[in-house]
């Protein structure tokens, strides 16, 4: 892997914000003895708002609660160490809150997505502490001196504790970074001109240094990305970050990367989130029970709190009137636990699309992408539905990078870090290796 001199990030929520700004940072992770390489130019791309998409819905809940694969939570606690330095690091007073959390299980499981049921949770809590994680069983009455404004059902008698866990308000978190982006000099494009539109890639001797994609010391050979607006930029190389996007970016290239697909009737990305309020007694915890899912919202300067469920059934198909009924239904559920929501309503509701890798786990690295000799000038770069011209198996991977998982909230710290020491210095990263996306290329 070459030391791209430009980088394209697609994609301005959380995981793009994140790895745009470790990128120009002069260590791109701590202890990785990386050298003296220097931060490359970055330009950071969005078709909405930055912060607006799924991270701005997103739970945001920082944890490697519920892992089962001993390497998957490996990569996930790291990132919470991750998002320690980021706070440290970027104001993490405004954003980052690692206050804890709670759940407790149901002996009539009402989430049947959710393995804590019954004696699995504790089962749980002993596979976490074994493997070095911050976890107890605790009595009511210690949660109720934790979580002054959560009133427990008396038939629960336990409780699973987590301290280190928490959540970051996302779009308090991006607007910091972006300020930072914006004072490093970055470039920042949205809306039309952020709009990738067409991905090209340029044969050596092609194109030329100058202007927004200068620092590769060399002519060519990198990527023409072509804007919404009629612009073009050229980079070394280009990382999509653009979330349920990602199969619709990656295809301009000729390589599009499989995720689960949210248009489908009763497809599982779809979800539903509500934010009600005010909440006379603000929440101060995430909190998971068996039949709501609750955490502060305070972005907006106001006492609220987000909802969520996992027996919702929601998709893109959702009529209107059910939505706002599953709305209703959270904050009945959610009243029952807090007295303080009493007099709230439902504020806000969102039927929100989260990218969901095909074997759950993250695809992360370079994208196997068709060689440029396969293709004609002027190619179609693939159907969007895995169609492409080109071995993509065995094309280059040729400076096209992805980064697309669930858990983008908890992962995104540390898979920034990460990230950018393998762009920036051209070596893989073992913690990453189980990832790859060529694995969703293979016969």
């Not at 309020?277 to 068996?290: K, N």
């Not at 159907?383 to 198996?393: C, E, L, P, Q, V």
């Amino acid at each position: 892997m070459n030391r791209p001199g430009h980088i394209a990030v697609i994609g301005a929520g959380v995981l793009g914000t994140a790895l745009a700004h470790r990128l120009t940072r002069h260590t791109a992770r701590p202890g990785a003895g990386t050298g003296p390489a220097a931060a490359p130019a970055v330009t950071l791309l969005d078709r909405a708002e930055p912060g607006h998409g799924t991270s701005r819905w997103s739970l945001a809940w920082l944890n490697s609660n519920g892992v089962p694969d001993r390497g998957y939570h490996e990569l996930r606690t790291a990132s919470l160490r991750a998002w320690a330095r980021l706070a440290e690091e970027a104001g993490g007073a405004e954003w980052y809150r690692p206050v804890g959390n709670m759940r407790w299980a149901d002996p009539a499981p009402a989430d049947p997505d959710d393995p804590a049921e019954g004696g699995r949770l504790a089962e749980r809590v002993q596979r976490l502490r074994q493997w070095g994680y911050a976890a107890e069983l605790v009595a009511p009455e210690r949660i109720s001196a934790l979580e002054p404004a959560l009133r427990l059902p008396a038939d629960v008698s336990q409780v699973a504790w987590f301290p280190d866990e928490g959540y970051v308000l996302t779009e308090r978190l991006i607007a910091t970074l972006l300020d930072r982006l914006r004072d490093a000099g970055t470039g920042i494009r949205t809306g039309p001109a952020g709009h990738v539109v067409g991905l090209e890639r340029e044969a050596p001797g092609d194109g030329t240094t100058e202007g927004e994609g200068a620092g590769s010391g060399r002519r060519g050979g990198g990527w023409l990305l072509r804007t919404a607006d009629g612009g073009t930029l050229r980079a070394d190389a280009v990382v999509c970050c653009a979330g349920r996007w990602t199969p619709e970016v990656t295809a301009l290239a000729g390589a599009p990367v499989p995720i689960v697909d949210p248009t489908t009737a009763g497809s599982p990305a779809p979800g539903l989130v509500a934010r009600v309020g005010p909440v006379a007694t603000p929440l101060t915890r995430v909190v998971h029970t068996p039949r709501v899912h609750l955490r502060p919202h305070d972005e907006d300067g106001g006492a609220t709190v987000h909802l969520e469920a996992g027996d919702v059934r929601v998709d893109l198909h959702t009529p209107a009137e059910e939505a706002d009924r599953w709305a209703d239904t959270l904050l009945a559920r959610a009243r029952a636990l807090v007295p303080g929501l009493a007099g709230a309503r439902v504020l806000e509701r969102r039927v929100c699309v989260r990218p969901l890798p095909l074997d759950g786990h993250p695809v992360i690295g370079p994208v196997p992408v068709p060689d440029a000799a396969a293709r004609a000038p002027g190619a179609a770069a693939g159907d969007g539905n895995g169609a492409g011209t080109g071995d993509r198996r065995t094309g280059s991977a040729g400076g096209l990078y992805v980064m697309v998982t669930h858990s983008g909230v908890t992962l995104a710290a540390g898979l920034a870090e990460l990230v950018a020491a393998e762009l920036r210095t051209g070596r893989p990263e073992p913690a990453l290796e189980p990832y790859r996306p060529a694995r969703l290329f293979q016969d």
